[in-house]
Structures are given as structure tokens and as C-alpha cells.
């Protein structure tokens, strides 16, 4: 119908519809086979295309929780790498919570071209067993598995523990995330040795964990706060930005000041960090290029193409402002 309307042949009007026009298709019939599109109101059938190509246009994102707005960046990232050609889907849970395997199973039906994995566990990927074009973010020990582009987040953080005993910390607290990730037991695991090697003490009762979520932090951190407070707590490290934010917001309404009666930290580095009052001292990991260079990389897989490094790790960086100094 499209191409009876617009004079054209059918093989013009799916060159058209799919994009792939540039020398190809003259600026004439171009024009003719939108306006015909346009008055037809017809939509490309990508499932029938799929169907009949064996593959789709789409690549799936497994992430255990894009409600950190870490996440922006690596899509943002990631969507830049992959281009017009392919179209993003997230696959999601709640906060805290990882994808189930059979969850993604039943996207698999959809017969997308790739699939990138955020932060995956050995059980997650064993149980997935997928055969075709894979890449890891942020999945440190997972190599085995796929090709992947990971974060040196120990590096931050030991250099964040070397700054605190610098600036005379030596009773520490530790606010973490509860979605059990490798990241997150890497840094956390980085800091506490690191900590101890330069004379700081993190008691396990100055431990908590929450949702990576502003109000349960805040609220985490009002219920410890005394107990840290009476036991000469004098910092606080995050595992995220993000619960730094709650441990701010609490710290300012129970009249605590920062950083002159306690410094706060955390880890990503999001926007509002430098803009924050104070600023909020943070690992800066770098969200952007992980997410460019996991989809250059699948990018890579999904058009046959032997990857020259399929493993990459992008370095992390501490950046001090006045939450802590």
C-alpha cells in the first residue's frame, strides 16, 4: 500500500522504513515514500523482521537498579556507541533487587541482537546460559564469562581511606548498598583494608546497609547516628553518592556540621555532587565510558568482528570537596 501510494517499489519503502537509504534512494523518493507512511499511518513490523532475519535491532540492558542516576550516564553512553541502528530495552527490577534469569529468559523470545549486563553474579550468568553476543559492565571476576569493561573502584577507594587518615579520621563508619553486587563488595572491602593499614577503625556495628535511596539512607543514618556519635565517630563513607545525599540531608536536621563534626563521602561522582552545599567528596567512576565502551564492544560482537581487547578497566579517581575538608 505504502509503495502503491508513493510510486515506488516495496524493496524502496523497507530501505526507507529501515533507514538505510544514503546512496541508495534518491531525496525525491524519499520524500514521497514519508509523506505515504505519514497519510497510511504504517508501522515497521520489527518482530515479522526479526522473524525473518533470525535477529532484531534490539539490544537488551540488564540492570539490578537504574534508580541511581549513575545509570543515566552509562545508558546515555551506551546508546551513543550503538547509534541509530539498534534500539535500547532495559530490563530492570526493584531497588535492590537483580533481574531473575528467567525474567530475561522470556526477552530472549524477542530474538535481540546483544545483551550488556550490569553487575552480574556467577549464578545469574550460569542460569541465563546465552549463546549469542554478550558484554559485562562493572562485573569484576566475571572475565570467565563474556567479554566485559570493568571499574578499578579500588583504587578510589583506598585512595579515599588515605585521605581520611590524612585529614586525622581514625574512627570511621560505612554506609553500604544492599544489592550484594561484586562492585559494591569490592569497594567496600578495598576501603576497610586500606583504612586499617593507615590506623582507621570501621567496628562491624558502624556498618549498615540500605536500597541505593536518598530517604533510607537518611533514615538508616538517623537511627545510627547517636550510637556513631557516642563512640567518637568522625566520618561516614557511602557506597554510592546517592546515600551520601541522605546522610547530608539527616546530618543537616539533626544540626550536625560538616565536615567540621563529620565528614561524609561516597562513591560515582553524580552531578549534583559538585553542587551540593558542601560539595560531596566522591570515587569518581567513570559512568560515561563505561557505557560507551560496553557498547562499542558489543557493538563489535554483534558485526563479527574479533575484539582486540575483550577485557577493558577504566580507572576510578577520588575527587575532594568540602564534605571533607
Known amino acids: 500500500m505504502v509503495a502503491a501510494r508513493a510510486g515506488v517499489s516495496t524493496a524502496t519503502v523497507s530501505l526507507v522504513a529501515n533507514g538505510k537509504t544514503r546512496g541508495r534512494v534518491s531525496d525525491d523518493n524519499i520524500s514521497r515514500v514519508r509523506q505515504a507512511i505519514s497519510e497510511l499511518g504504517y508501522v ?34 551506551i546508546r551513543e556507541s550503538l547509534g541509530s541502528e539498534y534500539q535500547l530495552l532495559l ?103 586500606e583504612a586499617a593499614a593507615c590506623g582507621i577503625a570501621v567496628a562491624h556495628e558502624h556498618i549498615i546497609s540500605t536500597t541505593i535511596d536518598v530517604g533510607a539512607a537518611a533514615v538508616a543514618f538517623a537511627a545510627a547516628w547517636p550510637r556513631w556519635q557516642q563512640a567518637g565517630v568522625t566520618a561516614v563513607v557511602c557506597g554510592t553518592d546517592t546515600h ?41 567512576l567513570p559512568a560515561t565510558p563505561l557505557g560507551l565502551k560496553a557498547g562499542e564492544q558489543l557493538r563489535g560482537l554483534m558485526e563479527g568482528r574479533v575484539l582486540e581487547q575483550p577485557q577493558l578497566t577504566l580507572e576510578s579517581s577520588l575527587v575532594v570537596r568540602g564534605s571533607t575538608v
Open 44 to 77: 515497521v513490523d520489527g518482530i515479522g523482521s526479526s522473524l525473518s532475519k533470525g535477529v532484531s535491532s534490539i539490544v537488551i540492558l540488564v540492570a539490578p537498579d537504574i534508580a541511581n542516576p549513575f545509570f543515566a550516564k552509562v545508558i546515555a553512553g
Open 244 to 284: 551520601a545525599y541522605g546522610v547530608l540531608q539527616e546530618a543537616r536536621v539533626a544540626g550536625v556540621r560538616i565536615p567540621e563534626e563529620l565528614a561524609v563521602a561516597g562513591f560515582d561522582d553524580l552531578p549534583y555532587s559538585a553542587t551540593s552545599n558542601p560539595g560531596l567528596t566522591s570515587v569518581h
Open 91 to 193: 530490563s530492570v527490577t526493584d531497588a535492590g533487587e537483580f533481574p531473575r534469569a528467567d525474567d530475561v529468559r522470556k526477552l530472549l523470545a524477542l530474538r535481540p541482537a546483544g545483551l550488556l549486563v550490569d553487575a552480574p553474579s556467577a549464578g545469574f550468568l550460569e542460569d541465563l546460559s546465552v549463546a549469542g553476543p554478550m558484554v559485562l559492565l562493572d562485573a569484576p571476576g566475571m572475565e570467565s564469562y563474556a567479554p566485559s569493561v570493568n571499574l578499578d573502584v579500588a583504587h578510589g577507594a583506598r585512595e579515599l581511606a588515605a585521605h581520611l587518615a590524612a585529614t586525622g579520621h581514625r574512627r570511621v563508619a560505612y554506609v553500604d548498598s544492599v544489592t550484594g553486587t561484586a562492585t559494591f563488595e569490592i569497594r567496600r572491602a578495598a576501603f576497610l583494608d
